[in-house]
């Protein structure tokens, strides 16, 4: 049994590129950006920056297309391709690995954005800790023989 299977949670480098291609389908290419912090041998704190490139078609090609943009952050699901070509300019093979997403969920909204959506979710009121109820639990024990269940 084999499996390629990539999950990823990162920020997109760039704004995603959508375009269509000769059968009419949406294509879209973007990058992420995934960190991961680590110690090295002496005992002190790396950070280490990874760059991955997504491809994601049809449907989902136009929403995020649309929805997102540099700096947004983004969960893509998919597999690993690596193509290549002969690049003529320099009469070598080229190589690109790529993740080809099924599934992609947007991630949080920042609260610096300027798309509608965000916008309006930041101008929801947020609860205070006065205003949420709490459940106001009775005094006298319980008895297990008076739950009906």
Same mark, same amino acid.
């Given at each position: 049994?084999?499996?390629?299977?990539? +999950?990823?949670?990162? *920020?997109?480098?760039?704004?995603? #590129?959508?375009?269509?291609?000769?059968?009419?389908?949406?294509?879209?290419?973007?990058? +992420?950006?995934? *960190?991961?912090?680590?110690?090295?041998?002496? =005992? $002190?704190?790396? @950070?280490?920056?990874?760059?991955? *490139?997504? $491809?994601?078609? =049809?449907?989902? &090609?136009?929403? $995020?297309?649309?929805?997102?943009?540099?700096?947004?952050?983004?969960?893509?699901?998919?597999?690993? #391709?690596?193509?290549?070509? /002969? /690049?003529? &300019?320099?009469?070598?093979?080229?190589?690109?690995? @790529? +993740?080809?997403?099924?599934? $992609?969920?947007?991630?949080?909204?920042?609260? =610096?954005?300027?798309?509608?959506?965000?916008?309006?979710?930041?101008?929801? !009121?947020?609860?205070?800790? #006065? /205003?949420? =109820?709490?459940?106001?639990?009775?005094? #006298?024990? +319980? *008895?297990? @023989? /008076?739950? !009906?269940?």
């Amino acid at each position: 049994m084999y499996l390629n299977k990539a +999950i990823l949670i990162g *920020n997109l480098t760039r704004d995603p #590129e959508l375009k269509a291609i000769p059968s009419g389908n949406k294509v879209c290419t973007f990058s +992420i950006a995934t *960190n991961r912090t680590y110690k090295d041998a002496n =005992g $002190v704190r790396q @950070e280490k920056t990874d760059y991955h *490139n997504i $491809v994601v078609w =049809g449907k989902t &090609a136009e929403n $995020v297309a649309t929805y997102m943009k540099k700096g947004s952050q983004i969960l893509v699901e998919g597999r690993m #391709e690596t193509r290549s070509w /002969d /690049d003529a &300019a320099t009469n070598t093979k080229k190589y690109r690995t @790529e +993740i080809i997403a099924d599934t $992609v969920q947007f991630g949080s909204k920042s609260t =610096g954005t300027s798309t509608p959506s965000s916008a309006s979710s930041s101008s929801k !009121p947020q609860a205070k800790e #006065e /205003d949420i =109820g709490t459940i106001d639990y009775p005094e #006298e024990q +319980i *008895n297990a @023989e /008076d739950i !009906p269940f």
